[in-house]
């Protein structure tokens, strides 16, 4: 007899064994009868001559099989004939652990894909980016190239920069969004094109060299439609004719985990894509340069071969360049400037998310406590005849097994559902920004883990209580036991439970206030009726002395739009996608030196009326106008950060000049208002404002203010610059959703934390729930007495709730005081969020007042229904 006829054919085995041990008995039965007996003594002294026939039946089965899948197999049969009697149990058991586990599969999946996995290029782990102390990637060009040329540390460091580009295949112009990397780039991240060819560094011979571009596959397949005779087909870059020649592959998307370019272009046609000189060594315009470690070369000696670089350049070009020190850090989430936020966010995520299974543990712990209770006289029952204390424990276990596996399972396929969601959401639609969080099979694994652990937390919490049950005991004292009054172990659970949930719940209003409070800020600009036109006038072929006039016909023609207020125009707005910064010098400064300069402002170009159409309060001197031109002395405007840091106080500045690092010197004629100009989180920070026409850019954004309806506003704009310039790409929006960028985290903060302040929420209801419910029915036969002798409504709920309800005061005080210390945390990422807020303060402790009503409500009820004379009968 093989296994399988042993594992899966038992029921016919054991039918022929019974069948087998009948024809013995017959046929001994036959033989004394034939020796003289009756048939019934006959009959007798066969099955005493035998033995226990059931006895021998189990014995031989057990020799025939595997008796511990046997055993396994019965207690699941068990297991599920106990839950299934229990339906209400079940599902509210099942649902519970699925919102847990569901909600730890999303957190570790988002974890998983942004700091887990490893960028999709051979090798991963030894790409570093080179970062300035400060966080900062950006390079110039010709520091790149002594960079890579200087240093020994690294397999080739290659250079990447991303940038807009209208692209035209010959039918209309569309904005895209180009990766100008260096001719090394692909090779020195060991990656092969899907189709065609990759460019090399061989290809580079100086500035606009190598007019090529790589598509991506995902680009290939959306606007090319996949055409395999793509490559060698000529498109328009910015008005300039760039070859296709080739296609990335399948899975690369870029060496920033969730920015997706169009495609990728040689970094030295960047004079013709924006107009910048490649040789300049002051200008940082370099996002990030990067490249694979050398087999046996660690961080640190790495970081010493590039200060010995440094070193050498601010020797020998020390006007443009100083504190040329460096380190090293991931380049899939830019280093320390997205990746701490990013790390330290999704810590505290996991940890909420974490303790809301362990809360979820705690309420099914509590609850399997108190029907292992109820269950007291069937344990009692089951050990008086025999049963092993491993086997009721074993069976137990069982049925938090079935749950555990049933909740993970459906908690796994809503966090599928939800993940495939957010991977193709687009949060910000102007940037090319995906979230590939889909789960694959670390998140899996990661499910089943969490369900076993869970099975294992709150399945044992009634161990000691089945090992410590005493058959006669229980027989005896009947199921109407008192409860104790010491503090037990489920009684710490609770508490530690309404903890928790007030934690969340206290987080989750902080973050929401302090949304609320960011939207309704001060900025330095009003966002409400202004809408925000972006285009760079290089991608129609707007260069050098093209683009002024350009501009001002821009101007004049969204200016006569009906029902616009004003019109003005920056190479960049605060808040926006980029922001730049220069190097101020006092007017005594005569070496111009980069370490000499005073501060370091944020610089933005403006033309006359930028302060009106933004919104920008002008607190002294006065705006810009058309006679500031490039034939007039320089001026600038600053804000009351800069004026106090180069000029001693406000006052002081207006008339006052400082000097640009090319020498120039310029006045101030104008104090505006400080706002918030590259985060919202930022602490004030000094800026300048410029004319445009005293330094003219191609980067456009027009700010239209009016109080039309955005979308008819929206089309007549189009209308006008489509007039100008059919091939000018423009991309539209209203201020108000500019933001999106900066409020992306905080949105996300604050929904991830109400989700998880209301699931806990849910919990926490469902833990008091248990308690209340299980403290009145096992007290209802006192409460029936008290009844009896005359009590009053408020006596008896003080003696049916007034266990949980302490409870609950003590799990929110405690939680509360967590929160209020947590909230600190979200500060960093919430503008202006902060725990000391009464609103906050009071609105938990409502909130805790109405979860503790709303979990009592039922339990009171029944209390109050108490009939003595129906206890009576019963007993």
Request: a positive charge.
């Amino acid at each position: 007899m093989n296994w399988f006829d042993r594992i899966f054919h038992r029921d016919k085995l054991y039918g022929d064994l019974s069948e087998e041990i009948r024809l013995h008995l017959e046929e001994r039965k036959e033989q004394l009868v034939a020796a003289g007996m009756s048939a019934e003594e006959a009959e007798r002294e066969a099955r005493r001559a035998f033995g226990n026939r059931t006895l021998v039946e189990e014995r031989s089965r057990e020799v025939w099989r595997w008796p511990w899948i046997e055993s396994i197999s019965g207690d699941v049969r068990f297991a599920m004939r106990q839950l299934r009697r229990s339906p209400g149990f079940t599902v509210a058991a099942v649902v519970t652990l699925a919102l847990a586990i569901g909600a730890n599969a999303v957190v570790f999946s988002i974890m998983n894909a942004f700091l887990l996995r490893p960028l999709n290029v051979p090798h991963a782990e030894s790409l570093f980016a080179v970062f300035r102390p400060d966080g900062d990637s950006a390079e110039s060009y010709p520091d790149y190239v002594d960079l890579r040329d200087r240093t020994h540390s690294f397999d080739g460091l290659i250079a990447y920069e991303v940038l807009t580009v209208g692209l035209d295949t010959g039918s209309n112009a569309s904005r895209t969004w180009a990766e100008e990397a260096s001719g090394n780039y692909f090779d020195a991240m060991g990656l092969q094109p899907y189709l065609g060819r990759f460019f090399h560094a061989s290809d580079e011979n100086g500035s606009n060299s190598a007019p090529y571009i790589v598509l991506t596959y995902a680009y290939w397949h959306s606007h090319f439609q996949a055409d395999q005779g793509v490559v060698g087909r000529v498109v328009q870059l910015n008005k300039h004719p760039f070859t296709v020649i080739g296609v990335g592959p399948k899975d690369f998307h870029g060496t920033l985990l969730f920015f997706h370019p169009d495609f990728f272009t040689p970094i030295v046609n960047h004079p013709a894509l924006a107009g910048e000189d490649l040789t300049t060594r002051g200008n940082r315009w370099v996002f990030m340069v990067m490249g694979h470690l050398k087999p046996g070369v660690t961080q640190a000696q790495a970081i010493a071969d590039l200060n010995a670089t440094g070193a050498y350049l601010e020797k020998n070009y020390s006007k443009d360049e100083s504190k040329m020190q460096f380190k090293l850090g991931r380049p899939s989430l830019y280093g320390d400037y997205l990746g701490k936020p990013v790390r330290e966010f999704m810590t505290g995520l996991t940890l909420l998310s974490g303790l809301i299974l362990l809360a979820a543990c705690a309420n099914l712990g509590s609850l399997f406590a108190a029907r292992a209770a109820d269950r007291s006289r069937e344990v009692a029952l089951r050990l008086a005849l025999g049963a092993s204390r491993r086997r009721i424990l074993r069976g137990l276990f069982t049925e938090a097994v079935l749950i555990a596996l049933a909740g993970g399972a459906l908690g796994l396929a809503g966090s599928v559902v939800l993940l495939h969601g957010l991977s193709v959401w687009q949060p910000i639609p102007r940037w090319p920004i995906q979230l590939a969080v889909n789960p694959d099979w670390r998140v899996y694994g990661f499910a089943l883990l969490m369900a076993l652990t869970s099975a294992l937390l709150f399945g044992s919490v009634p161990v000691r209580q089945v090992l410590q049950t005493s058959p006669y005991e229980v027989v005896k004292a009947g199921s109407s036991a008192r409860l104790g009054r010491r503090l037990t172990f489920r009684d710490v659970l609770l508490i530690v439970q309404i903890a928790l949930c007030a934690v969340l719940v206290t987080s989750s209003m902080v973050a929401l206030r302090g949304l609320a409070r960011s939207l309704h800020g001060n900025f330095g600009f009003r966002v409400e009726n202004a809408m925000l036109v972006d285009t760079d006038l290089s991608m129609a072929g707007y260069v050098g002395d093209k683009i002024t006039p350009m501009q001002k016909r821009m101007i004049e023609a969204v200016g006569a739009i009906p029902g616009v207020e004003s019109v003005a125009l920056a190479d960049q707005v605060p808040l926006g996608d980029t922001s730049n910064d220069t190097p101020i010098f006092t007017e005594s400064t005569s070496d111009l030196k980069i370490s000499n300069a005073a501060a370091t402002p944020l610089l933005y170009r403006i033309s006359p009326d930028y302060f009106r159409a933004s919104g920008t309060t002008l607190l002294s001197g006065r705006s810009f106008t058309t006679q500031d031109d490039k034939d007039s002395p320089n001026v600038a405007i600053v804000n009351p950060v800069f004026a106090r840091k180069i000029f001693g106080s406000t006052e002081k500045a207006i008339g006052g000049f400082f000097k640009t690092k090319d020498g120039v010197r310029t006045q101030v004629v104008g104090i505006v208002e400080t706002g918030k100009y590259a985060s919202l989180t930022e602490d004030p920070k000094p800026a300048i404002f410029i004319p445009l026409e005293q330094s003219p850019s191609s980067a456009t954004s027009m700010i239209v203010r009016s109080v039309r309806d955005p979308q008819q506003l929206d089309a007549a704009i189009r209308i006008k610059l489509r007039d100008l310039d059919r091939g000018l790409p423009v991309f539209i929006q209203t201020r108000f959703k500019e933001l999106d960028a900066m409020l992306f985290g905080p949105r996300m903060a604050t929904l991830s934390l109400g989700v998880l302040g209301l699931m806990g929420a849910m919990l926490s209801i469902t833990g008091i729930f248990g308690m209340a419910a299980y403290t009145v029915s096992k007290r209802l036969r006192e409460l029936g007495i008290r009844i009896a002798l005359g009590a009053q409504r408020r006596e008896v709920l003080l003696a049916a709730l007034a266990r949980p309800l302490k409870f609950l005061a003590f799990g929110s005080a405690a939680g509360l005081l967590l929160g209020v210390l947590g909230g600190r945390v979200l500060a960093f990422i919430v503008s202006q969020a902060t725990p000391r807020d009464p609103l906050v303060l009071g609105g938990v402790v409502l909130a805790m007042l109405l979860l503790g009503l709303v979990a009592t409500w039922i339990p009171a009820q029944r209390a109050l229904s108490v009939d003595p004379l129906a206890l009576l009968r019963e007993e």
